[in-house]
């Protein structure tokens, strides 16, 4: 079974500023995608950003960006010019892309971002 | 856009009662899921709400307790049966595939609170 770990229960940066956030994953699987999600106070969760496995390029969105280090297992999001609306839980989630769990989400347990003026 | 909406947004019950939550959709899905997320703490997925079939529930979730519905490809129920304060989470439905902007990944409904006294 595939985990999924965010080490860092919280986080702070001040605004304009540049924060990452950690996540790795375990994983026998080859082929698979990687999400980052945020969920603020209202408690929706919106995608943040998405990689698919099988790319060696870093997706980007905007002031969002990842690193992803398939070798490493390692998927962290990078946030330029923090804005206080990004302030919220983000997660960290796995699918595989194996038939009989295809559809399936493994979350990371989180990390509470706070921005600062 | 798609539009995902779930009812109610919360309510407080008390213990030994349900509660049943609906989730609806605006366009056609593939498939749709319900997360829980206690307290403090990530996602948990519950079962995978089939069309025209009974639910695939997950290790430790069973019908009896989680009985869902999922009548057409846009709704879906999910029912908490005879709770106690344990049950108090959010619960959320999610999406995969259809008209979204990715067939590839999962959005999620705004989610609804419960509280069980």
């Known amino acids: 079974a595939q985990t999924v770990t965010q080490s860092q229960p919280e986080m702070s940066v001040q605004e304009a500023e540049t924060v990452t956030l950690s996540c790795t994953y375990d994983?026998?699987?080859?082929?698979?995608?990687l999400f980052w999600y945020k969920q603020p106070p209202s408690r929706q969760m919106i995608l943040v950003i998405r990689?698919?496995?099988?790319?060696?390029q870093n997706a980007t969105e905007n002031r969002f960006s990842v690193n992803f280090q398939k070798a490493a297992k390692s998927f962290s999001l990078k946030i330029s010019d923090s804005q206080l609306g990004d302030a919220a839980m983000y997660f960290c989630?796995?699918?595989?892309?194996?038939?009989?769990?295809?559809?399936?989400?493994?979350f990371g347990t989180g990390t509470r971002l706070q921005v600062t003026l | 856009s798609a539009v995902i909406s779930q009812k109610p947004s919360r309510d407080i019950c008390q213990r030994g009662t349900s509660l049943t939550i609906q989730c609806q959709v605006d366009?056609?899905?593939?498939?749709m899921f319900w997360y829980r997320q206690q307290p403090g703490q990530s996602l948990t997925l519950i079962a995978t709400?089939?069309?025209?079939?009974?639910?695939?529930?997950e290790s430790g979730f069973v019908i009896d307790k989680f009985p869902i519905s999922r009548p057409n490809l846009t709704f879906s129920t999910l029912t908490v049966s005879n709770m106690s304060p344990e049950d108090s989470s959010i619960y959320l439905c999610?999406?995969?595939?259809?008209?979204?902007?990715?067939?590839?990944?999962?959005?999620f409904g705004p989610g609804t609170r419960l509280t069980v006294l």
């Open positions: 709400a089939n069309q025209g079939s009974e639910a695939t529930y």
């Open positions: 994983t026998s699987e080859s082929d698979y995608y």
């Open positions: 990689q698919e496995a099988y790319k060696q």
């Open positions: 999610s999406l995969l595939g259809g008209v979204f902007p990715s067939t590839d990944t999962q959005y």
């Open positions: 989630a796995y699918r595989s892309l194996n038939t009989g769990t295809a559809s399936k989400l493994t």
């Open positions: 366009s056609q899905v593939t498939m």
